[in-house]
């Protein structure tokens, strides 16, 4: 399902004030672990605080963040290459094929070189995969494939390494494109205390074409796809996720939403994409290679460490002339009513050979540090909005060429653009008042003539340098603005007093 705007930004804003306290588990300590049809909390563990906010029961469920289990109730199922054994009738053995046809939790260890765990229940089961030291290969298929289930819960048993591959060429069964290491028709959720570690060099990684769900473990995915895939959400509490894929690293048709966790994504495309809503509210986010770093129809960031790399665009509301995106060349200057970047909180870097922050809408700014090292070609900007561009608060430093460069429309703090005559190959930018002191500073890696800086401490009708190396530009607040650029090919060239032909303390020389 999706959520309208606001009531997911309500349920983010519960999040980031909700701490979900993880706390050590062994099996066998948890009496009861049930999960409503509704998919609404119920039951509190020993393992997890209580879910107890309406809100935030919406997004998890209190099963979906307990990785306990009784390994005294658990079936037992023991892998080995023809000499599969399990302990119930709920299990069948087909050569290196085992089919769970039955609602429970299933504790599975051991090896298969080439084989496949299909899970056949009725709609209406939930079940629980225990994988404790599981290494299992499939040549054609899913190593692990969820047929029908009402909902199924992987999970990595304390301390353990687990290892899904797939090593060759996807085949479909029937009208079913099965392809990822783990595919599943149904809710999926993905909840430990071990390492679990998926690769193909032929498909994705995980894929649910229901709410796939990830609330703590390690996570190794390497594929020649899509990393994290959902139909309808993503949705990520905590946990540890290294991602290398040539296509997205995580991707949904819906919305995805992560509230914690530490992410390392390398991708041929995007880092994160989602068709709908891609909010982060909390964690640690780097993202080292990718087109485009965070896509969704709209961005929002209310806190959280991001780091991100991106051939083209840095931050992208609802796409354009991009990989994966949402439309043609032209639609990149359309503007979009749906589309929409806010940032009020968390730190954020931007490494972007294309637009730093491009929403074919709305970009409102009102919390948060933002760095942005941007374009070094005149095509694009370390800014890019095709409708209005707010800031309430936070504070930024954008850098990159100037003959696309654009400032913030509508301000409550000073936001100045200045543009100077020469490039630098990198270097200081510092931001000083008319005292010396400095407010701002912002190391840029790449080539740059046009900086943006907005901050709480930038007053109207107070002078201040914007300055790198020993040029610099002063310049005086008369009003919140300060520069402006047209975005077709002027880059503020003609803006406010100070601009690249005026102001006091224009191009001169620091004395």
Do not use: W
Request: hydrophobic share 35%.
């Amino acid at each position: 399902m999706n959520f309208k705007h606001k009531k997911l930004m309500a349920i983010i804003a519960v999040i980031a004030c909700t701490a979900l306290m993880f706390s050590a588990c062994k099996a066998g300590t948890q009496t009861e672990n049930t999960d409503s049809d509704t998919d609404t909390a119920t039951v509190a563990t020993a393992t997890v605080k209580e879910v107890s906010d309406e809100a935030l029961s919406e997004l998890f469920t209190n099963r979906d963040l307990d990785p306990s289990y009784d390994e005294n109730e658990a079936i037992k199922i023991t892998l080995a290459d023809n000499a599969t054994a399990a302990d119930s009738q709920n299990v069948t053995v087909d050569g290196n094929v085992i089919t769970i046809t039955d609602e429970g939790v299933y504790l599975i260890s051991g090896s298969l070189s080439d084989g496949q765990i299909i899970v056949e229940a009725e709609d209406s089961d939930k079940i629980q995969l225990v994988l404790d030291g599981v290494t299992l290969n499939s040549t054609a298929t899913a190593a692990i494939y969820v047929k029908e289930a009402d909902k199924v819960f992987i999970t990595t048993a304390e301390n353990s390494d687990n290892t899904l591959t797939e090593t060759g060429e996807f085949v479909a069964d029937g009208d079913t494109n099965v392809d990822a290491v783990i595919f599943s028709k149904s809710d999926l959720t993905l909840c430990g205390q071990g390492t679990l570690t998926v690769s193909t060099a032929y498909g994705n990684g995980i894929t649910s074409k229901d709410d796939l769900k990830l609330t703590l473990g390690t996570y190794q995915v390497d594929v020649s796809g899509k990393g994290l895939e959902a139909n309808d959400s993503i949705r990520i509490a905590d946990g540890t996720y290294t991602v290398t894929s040539e296509d997205d690293s995580i991707h949904s048709n819906g919305y995805t939403t992560i509230v914690g966790g530490s992410f390392t994504l390398s991708s041929g495309d995007d880092g994160i994409h989602s068709d709908g809503e891609t909010t982060i509210s909390g964690g640690t986010v780097d993202i080292t290679e990718s087109y485009e770093g965070i896509e969704g129809q709209a961005v929002t960031i209310t806190g959280g460490t991001i780091s991100l790399k991106a051939s083209d665009d840095g931050l992208n509301a609802a796409g354009g002339n991009d990989q994966s995106g949402y439309g043609s060349m032209m639609d990149e200057f359309a503007a979009d009513e749906n589309a929409m970047i806010t940032i009020s909180g968390g730190t954020l870097y931007i490494n972007a050979e294309g637009d730093g922050i491009d929403s074919n809408g709305n970009l409102e700014i009102s919390g948060g540090t933002i760095t942005v090292d941007g374009p070094t070609n005149g095509g694009n900007g370390a800014l890019d909005y095709n409708g209005t561009a707010t800031i309430t608060g936070g504070t930024i430093v954008a850098v990159g060429a100037s003959s696309m460069a654009e400032n913030f429309t509508e301000a409550t703090q000073g936001a100045i653009m200045v543009n100077f005559t020469q490039s630098f190959n990198g270097g200081d930018v510092t931001v000083t008042d008319s005292n010396g002191n400095v407010l701002l500073t912002f190391t840029a890696s790449k080539s740059f003539n046009s900086v943006v800086v907005s901050s709480p401490d930038l007053k109207k009708g107070e002078t201040y340098t914007v300055s790198v190396g020993d040029e610099y530009q002063t310049v005086t607040l008369d009003d919140y603005i300060y520069g402006s650029g047209s975005g077709m090919g002027m880059g503020g060239m003609q803006g406010g007093p100070g601009g690249m032909q005026g102001g006091p303390g224009g191009m001169q020389g620091r004395p």
